[in-house]
């Protein structure tokens, strides 16, 4: 059953970190609370089965769908086949540090004492594999691998959560898990008429200057540069979205997105909210509203694996850290038209258009806030909580697009409703469609260009972590403060969680 092998898929690294970070009693704790609340989920899937029919690809779209996908995958640096992007330098450091030191990995560099601390899990069964074999390169292999499995899998949830029962259909959802977009090069186009910056040509970033930097990556450039916070991500919420009245196994859903991806796992976090919120008023009996919220199932799932997780990460989200990299508003001032293109025509114009079909649905209402009011803020170097906390608004965003598509283009479900708003809303979205793919193709292109010169990846330099791990250093203040925590003689997941001391 698909709900079924997705939890594998998002368990088994968990499963994983727990046995290798934890001392026995705490993770003895922790796996069998997962398989309490697994028994209660996989009766729901097969009652939820019985009530509807798995809607599987067409053959020769599943031969496209893995050609098309093992393709995107080799070029967006899995498996370190080809020119990887830069961030591969971190991953790669992380995934040779997971496989050549102990579990949990401690780092000393000078006085400094700390814990790898990262969104991990993606590198959890690559890891095991190059453990096993003692070496790098099977892990990379098989982190190419376990990526395919994970982008399949999301596949086939797409397919079903848009009802694609035409090949057609199904072939553009294949395209669209590639290489779905935002119509960044319009709006970019859009903002050079109503103003004096010309930002068309940057191809990742929509706008970046000094303080202003504004990104909603394409599903390419995710898959090339975050495919940790990715995946996971797609599957949890089409979990959600295929179980939204089973809210007292959604912790157990969603809860493994904190050690996959922090932030994308933040942007989750309120659309969940707001689908249970939508859920338990329909119901209208608090009773019974809360026997779901404080399920067995769901506590369990909190107070074992939320409060693991909830000390892993304390000891780096709450230190430290320098005024750049702090929460804080974007300080547009005159140059606030950046911000009011950008979400008008990437944003409140497909609000418009989907606005008719889901109106009622407070997942779509909350996706279109979110994504609206993100670009106001800013935290890290980059601004990584707009790039990626934006990732599951992104998702939605894709889903609902592609419902539009299938509803209202297709020539085996097309809509009846011929009215003017619907034959300009149908233009429109076959424009953006189209052309929001501009950018993720012209970057698949300068990777394949850049593979046929010979260059083969820019991870041979970093083999681990340990050279940035000391608050003191003069440099890369991206890496020293987002991967580590420090004082790890004192950390509370050191000291009472972990299975060795550092």
Not at 23 to 46: D, P
Not at 244 to 257: N, Q, S
Not at 346 to 351: D, K, L, P
Not at 392 to 412: D, Y
Request: glycine content about 6%; some cysteine; hydrophobic content about 50%.
């Amino acid at each position: 059953m698909l709900t079924i092998l997705s939890l594998v898929y998002l368990y088994l690294p968990m499963i994983i970190f727990l046995s290798g970070w934890t001392k026995a009693a705490v993770c003895l704790m922790a796996l069998l609370s997962i398989g309490y609340a697994f028994t209660g989920v996989y009766g729901y899937a097969r009652r939820k089965d019985m009530e509807r029919q798995l809607i599987k690809p067409d053959p020769f779209v599943t031969v496209f769908a893995m050609l098309l996908f093992l393709w995107v995958g080799y070029y967006a640096g899995w498996g370190r086949w080809v020119d990887q992007a830069p961030d591969w330098l971190k991953h790669n450091a992380v995934l040779c540090d997971l496989v050549y030191k102990s579990w949990p990995v401690y780092y000393h560099n000078g006085n400094e004492r700390s814990m790898l601390v990262y969104y991990i899990a993606q590198y959890m069964v690559p890891a095991a594999v190059g453990k096993l074999f003692h070496s790098v390169r099977a892990a990379e292999i098989m982190m190419y691998i376990w990526n395919e499995t994970g982008l399949f899998l999301a596949f086939i949830h797409m397919i079903n959560l848009i009802k694609a029962r035409h090949h057609v259909m199904q072939f553009i959802t294949a395209v669209a898990a590639a290489f779905f977009s935002i119509p960044l090069w319009i709006s970019e186009y859009v903002l050079r008429m109503v103003s004096d910056f010309n930002r068309v040509g940057e191809g990742f970033w929509f706008f970046w200057d000094v303080d202003i930097l504004v990104q909603y990556s394409s599903n390419f450039t995710l898959l090339r540069w975050v495919v940790p916070q990715v995946i996971p991500c797609w599957i949890i919420l089409a979990l959600f979205l295929e179980s939204r009245d089973a809210i007292e196994f959604h912790a157990m859903m969603v809860l493994p997105g904190l050690l996959f991806g922090s932030l994308s796992f933040l942007g989750i976090i309120p659309i969940v909210i707001a689908g249970d919120t939508e859920t338990l008023c329909k119901g209208r009996d608090i009773k019974k509203a809360l026997r779901k919220i404080f399920s067995i199932e769901n506590l369990l799932v909190m107070l074992t694996l939320g409060v693991i997780f909830g000390l892993y990460f304390y000891g780096n989200v709450f230190s430290a850290k320098p005024a750049p990299m702090s929460f804080s508003l974007i300080p547009y001032g005159p140059k606030i038209i950046v911000y009011f293109v950008f979400v008008f025509v990437n944003i409140f114009v497909y609000a418009v258009i989907l606005w008719k079909d889901n109106r009622r649905d407070t997942v779509f209402l909350t996706t279109v806030v979110l994504l609206m009011l993100l670009p106001l803020f800013k935290m890290g170097v980059n601004n990584d909580l707009v790039m990626r906390m934006s990732i599951p608004g992104l998702f939605i965003l894709m889903i609902l697009v592609l419902r539009f598509i299938n509803s209202h283009l297709t020539a085996t479900d097309i809509s009846t409703d011929n009215s003017l708003f619907m034959r300009i809303s149908r233009l429109i979205v076959i424009i953006f469609f189209i052309t929001g793919m501009f950018y993720p193709f012209r970057e698949l292109s300068d990777v394949i260009k850049e593979s046929e010169k010979g260059v083969n990846g820019h991870g041979n330099e970093w083999t681990t972590l340990e050279v940035y791990a000391n608050r003191y250093l003069v440099e890369n203040d991206d890496v020293k403060f987002n991967y580590y925590a420090y004082d790890a003689q004192s950390n509370l997941f050191c000291r009472y969680i972990a299975r060795k001391k550092p």
